[in-house]
């Protein structure tokens, strides 16, 4: 096809503002998918995608519509998955901006609107849900006036729920958004790998725009960045389903069935081009994407290791920010230390190895990864508070800090504000979009793992989103906190945190502890260390067995001596005694929360 008669566009919103609905109705009306194969969020194909109500991977489809090709990209609008986003702006000219009528513009509608414009793409405002009751179309239209500068005229009110107005959406693509540019004189093909994936029966699945020339089936291809080549087996489309076609143009998306092994011979953000005619320079690729969360996975059993490393080995093929290398814990066994883009993304990883792989699993405690500089001036990065060196050893440990935004109703900024400080952190700027109030702030990565959402929605009653990036690593008084159960030292269950917070930290550690590990038949002592100095103590008293029950005469001098033979055995128990840590006591950190 001609490519002036080509549009790529994307949809990009805050979570559960309705940019699948709106890809479902898009599909409808352009008969891409018949009303009897129609089901909600269609292009949400995994289980868990459609149990939570969230897009996880980014998912393209092509549609004809008055003789147009209409080529979409879904993408997800969770914070962890915002690199998803980012490769999908990269493949299109045009992005069409969603934001619900009754929540108006949140935390992550301005990340994705940045997005855009740095990619400068052509935004179609569109506000979804205007025929609900609580609908408040006129307030959210000045907010997006404020934030585009575009007219009051430019933005389409629909409903994807009932379809209303999607047409509107579809006419204004054709009439307004750019054709794709394409070079008047193409050399050599460049295609960009905007995602891929490994089927299990045909390989790697690669998604590809193709800015430059055009790709054949069969062809012989190249990975400019990887230096891998390998065999184009078939070249396609996604009506949604993989729809096969001679060649790929200019312009066009679509996929590439490979023969390669794994998705490392072809990262996303690789230049695909020809072996026989080689593109001199590629295409403007996506940064890496380096986790900053990280948590230990230990199968229950160590006979399943095997397995384990083998489902994560699988879904590393498919989901490129997925770090992980061998772990061993004596208390725990053989596992896999796991890096993450952040806590919904590491929920979904455990989750899909729970059902997909039936795997039954201890998880530690998420943390962060450190700089750690040694006074010899050799600098390390470590990614558990089990890995650090002796202190004596130690000049100086930074820890990540991240930038975030926080868009919330003016009369809740004080609440916010307090949660910031808190959390170490302190804001940098506040501004305002109508009664909302912009809050930018910098805090350590640290105190947002744990719980900090579910605080900042509990302050603001649910109203307030949440958006961050990775900004720096800065040097700060940071110091290990060591757990001993029964005097000996639980690697898993060390934490590293700031001076200041230690102590409070030491005592709702062993706190917690004591009301998640079993008692024993002798007392089993709980404490939380600094090197040598011990912070906090609980103690899990003894089950008192009665030992003089069979006694039926009132002979004190036997009793005590039943008794004092009682405590001889439990001191040798206590001695030579194994206590059973139940999977809780590995997460006890994950909800602050005394209740």
Same mark, same amino acid.
């Given at each position: ?22 890809? %479902? ?51 997800p ?11 999908s ?5 045009t992005a069409?901006l ?5 929540q ?31 609908? %408040?179309v ?7 006036i ?14 994807a729920?009932t ?22 004189d ?54 949604p ?76 093929l ?26 919904l ?20 405690n ?15 990065e470590?990614?558990?508070?089990? %890995? ?31 949660l ?23 805090a ?8 900090f ?15 961050y ?12 906190? %060591? ?15 700031h ?8 005592r709702?550690?062993?706190?917690k ?21 011990i ?33 001889r ?25 005394d209740?």
């Amino acid at each position: 096809m001609n490519a002036e008669k080509i549009r790529n566009f994307c949809i990009i919103a805050h979570i559960d503002h309705g940019k699948s609905t709106l890809a %479902d109705r898009m599909m409808e009306i352009t008969g891409t998918v018949e009303k009897r194969q129609m089901k909600q969020q269609l292009l949400d194909s995994m289980e868990l995608e459609r149990e939570k109500g969230i897009t996880i991977k980014l998912t393209p489809v092509q549609m004809n519509y008055k003789g147009y090709e209409l080529n979409l990209i879904d993408t997800p609008g969770h914070v962890d998955f915002s690199y998803e986003v980012s490769r999908s702006l990269q493949a299109v000219e045009t992005a069409i901006l969603v934001v619900d009528a009754t929540q108006g513009i949140q935390a992550q509608t301005l990340a994705n609107v940045y997005l855009a414009l740095e990619q400068d793409l052509y935004i179609i405002p569109v506000i979804n849900k205007i025929d609900l009751p609580a609908a %408040d179309v006129k307030k959210v239209e000045d907010q997006l006036i404020n934030l585009l500068g575009c007219k009051r005229e430019e933005i389409i009110g629909v409903s994807a729920k009932t379809g209303l107005n999607v047409e509107k959406v579809l006419d204004e693509i054709i009439e307004k958004a750019p054709a794709p540019k394409t070079p008047a004189d193409p050399e050599h093909l460049r295609a960009l790998i905007f995602d891929s994936y490994f089927d299990d029966y045909r390989g790697v699945v690669l998604y590809v725009r193709i800015f430059e020339g055009t790709l054949p089936k069969n062809s012989e291809i190249r990975m400019m960045a990887a230096e891998k080549t390998g065999l184009a087996l078939e070249v396609g489309i996604l009506k949604p389903e993989m729809s096969p076609k001679p060649e790929l143009q200019e312009g066009e998306i679509g996929y590439i069935v490979t023969n390669l092994k794994t998705t490392r011979d072809a990262k996303v953000g690789d230049t695909v081009t020809l072996e026989k005619a080689k593109a001199k320079i590629p295409l403007p690729g996506y940064k890496n994407v380096q986790p900053f969360v990280y948590a230990g996975f230990f199968p229950v059993s160590n006979e399943d290791y095997k397995t384990l490393k083998e489902a994560i080995e699988k879904l590393a093929l498919s989901d490129s920010a997925l770090q992980y290398e061998p772990e061993n814990s004596p208390v725990l066994g053989f596992g896999l230390r796991i890096g993450f883009l952040g806590l919904l993304h590491m929920d979904i990883i455990k989750e899909r190895l729970e059902r997909e792989f039936d795997l039954d699993l201890v998880v530690t405690n998420p943390s962060t990864n450190y700089k750690v500089k040694l006074n010899n001036g050799e600098e390390i990065e470590i990614k558990s508070a089990a %890995d650090l060196p002796d202190m004596s050893e130690i000049l100086e440990i930074k820890e990540p800090w991240v930038s975030g935004e926080i868009i919330v109703p003016k009369e809740m900024i004080g609440n916010v504000l307090n949660l910031i400080v808190e959390k170490r952190g302190h804001q940098t700027n506040l501004s305002y979009i109508e009664d909302r109030a912009i809050i930018d702030f910098e805090a350590p990565m640290a105190n947002l793992l744990t719980d900090f959402y579910d605080q900042l929605k509990s302050t603001t009653s649910g109203y307030a989103s949440f958006n961050y990036e990775l900004k720096d690593y800065r040097a700060e008084d940071l110091v290990c906190v %060591d757990v001993l159960v029964a005097g000996q030292k639980m690697d898993a269950l060390s934490i590293m945190c700031h001076k200041s917070e230690a102590d409070a930290i030491g005592r709702e550690i062993t706190k917690k502890l004591k009301q998640v590990i079993p008692r024993q038949n002798y007392e089993v002592a709980l404490q939380a260390a600094i090197g040598a100095r011990i912070i906090a103590r609980e103690t899990i008293g003894a089950y008192r067995k009665d030992v003089t029950v069979k006694i039926h005469t009132g002979d004190r001098d036997r009793k005590a001596k039943l008794l004092e033979k009682q405590k001889r055995g439990k001191a040798r128990m206590k001695r030579f005694g194994k206590i059973d840590i139940p999977s809780e006591a590995f997460t006890v950190m994950l909800k602050r929360d005394d209740n």
